[in-house]
């Protein structure tokens, strides 16, 4: 059964400095990696999608990686700002649903 | 595109009353999802369609909860009679592609409370 955990639950950082935040996952048979942010009281944005045959994905500040083998997905934000402050989660999909991770709350101080 | 719309985005009713969630998923996206957000149990998946069929409803709480895809641009999630126990968010989320390899995308989310 394909689970996924994400350490830390909870993060705060002074704003402009780079973080990393931690997804891993127990199946290494995964087709792809999503990565979403969730802002209090709102829907889940889509930030990045890693396929299988990927290592890396890029968007603006933010770079996700990808490593099946050991089961293990980061999302790398640079140069952190007070906007970045919300909830990200990663999921994988099954064959019916998507496996979500309960995600790192991520407070950036000004 | 306008991405996944939902309506209402917050509902608020009485214990017994029906509610009727609504969702417009992604132009072009066969699958569809909805699910349910509290504190206590994170994302439910509630049921999901694939080009309009529903393939799996194993979790749809009980037989007060009910889904219809009509078309591929229009999904409904109906509970009735409602309880306090349905308050939660509940989420419209739709992927294009074949399988499992499409982008998923959410809406924003309706907002229910029962009273």
């Known amino acids: 059964k394909q689970e996924v955990t994400q350490i830390p639950a909870a993060l705060s950082v002074p704003e402009g400095e780079n973080l990393v935040l931690n997804c891993s996952f127990t199946d290494s048979a995964i087709y792809n990696l999503q990565w979403f942010r969730q802002d209090p009281g709102k829907g889940l944005t889509s930030l990045l999608l890693?396929?299988?045959?990927?290592r890396e994905q890029t968007s603006g500040r933010l770079n996700a990686s990808l490593d099946k083998s050991s089961g293990r997905s980061t999302l790398y934000i640079a140069a952190s700002q007070p906007g970045d402050s919300a909830t990200y989660l990663c999921?994988?999909?099954?064959?019916?649903?998507?496996?979500f991770g309960a995600g790192t709350r991520l407070t950036v101080k000004p | 595109d306008a991405g996944v719309i939902q309506s209402p985005r917050h509902e608020v009713t009485e214990m017994g009353q029906e509610v009727t969630l609504r969702c417009k998923p992604i132009?072009?996206?066969?699958?569809l999802f909805w699910y349910r957000q509290t504190m206590m149990r994170g994302l439910e998946l509630l049921i999901y369609?694939?080009?309009?069929?529903?393939?799996?409803d194993s979790g749809m709480p009980e037989d007060r909860f009910s889904a219809k895809m009509p078309n591929a641009s229009f999904s409904t999630l109906k509970i009735q009679p409602s309880e306090p126990r349905d308050s939660a968010v509940y989420f419209c989320?739709?992927?294009?592609?074949?399988?499992?390899?499409?982008?998923?995308?959410f809406g924003e989310g309706s907002r229910l409370t029962v009273l």
């Open positions: 132009s072009g996206h066969n699958s």
């Open positions: 890693i396929q299988s045959s990927q």
């Open positions: 999921a994988v999909p099954l064959v019916n649903d998507m496996r």
């Open positions: 369609f694939n080009n309009n069929v529903p393939i799996d």
């Open positions: 989320a739709s992927r294009s592609g074949t399988g499992r390899t499409g982008e998923l995308f």
